[in-house]
């Protein structure tokens, strides 16, 4: 297979949620000698784009995306051991979890697997945080941005516990909080100091890439 015939196919077996076709596909750039990182960028990645218009555009749902997630992620398990040690020392750190008092955590993995996918450095703290670890684990990541989600009313107003504890301790000009699910809102965001709202995982990811290409 030729360069561009590979690339197309590992993007393809993403937005077809092909989990063994990635595999196969990975495995070719391999054997051909391309450098993990660049079937990684310009096939695995560009398939997720696809697949994140699909889903901002509704031909996708969250299920389709969890599953062409699945195929990227079986497409990375074969890249990634050829990858270079630093190639992504650079990344943009991000710290990301549903706030304490709610459990459904779908839209947040989302946003997870499409940063990474992104090239950003995630951690995952989890559903139901205690908003004293969103900070506790910004300071000791490293992170630059904090994203919290909630489907919940009765807990949507811990994240502006969180931004106090951030501005406390001195970080907050320092950490870009992004924040989203079902009940929030811009105007919410803005009553709260944050300084992202998403509506849904595609909108996050294009505003903290927007956000960090200017940085």
């Known amino acids: 297979m030729k360069r561009q015939e590979i690339l197309a196919a590992l993007a393809t077996t993403v937005v077809e ?25 310009e096939g695995l990645v560009k398939g997720m784009n696809i697949v994140g218009d699909k889903y901002e555009e509704q031909e996708y749902f969250i299920p389709e995306v969890l599953l062409c997630s699945d195929a990227m992620i079986a497409g990375l398990a074969v890249l990634q051991p050829y990858l270079p040690k630093d190639y992504n020392c650079g990344a943009k750190k991000v710290v990301i979890g549903v706030v304490q ?3 459904h955590d779908i839209g947040k993995n989302l946003v997870k697997i499409m940063l990474e996918t992104a090239g950003f450095e995630v951690y995952d703290l989890g559903r139901n945080v205690p908003l004293r670890t969103f900070v506790d684990k910004a300071e000791e ?6 994203a919290m989600a909630t489907l919940m009313t009765t807990t949507m107003d811990g994240m502006r516990t969180v931004i106090e504890e951030l501005e406390h301790r001195g970080l907050r000009d320092k950490i870009t909080v992004i924040i989203g699910g079902g009940p929030i809102s811009q105007v919410f965001a803005d009553e709260i100091k944050a300084d992202l709202y998403a509506k849904d995982a595609n909108v996050a990811v294009r505003k903290l890439k927007a956000l960090t290409s200017n940085l």
Request: proline letters at 3%; a negative charge; zero cysteines.
């Open 17 to 41: 949620m092909d989990e063994d076709g990635a595999k196969i596909a990975a495995q070719a750039a391999i054997d051909s000698g391309m450098p993990a990182f660049e079937a990684i960028a």
């Open 101 to 103: 008092g709610d459990t």
């Open 141 to 146: 990541f490293g992170a630059t941005i904090v």
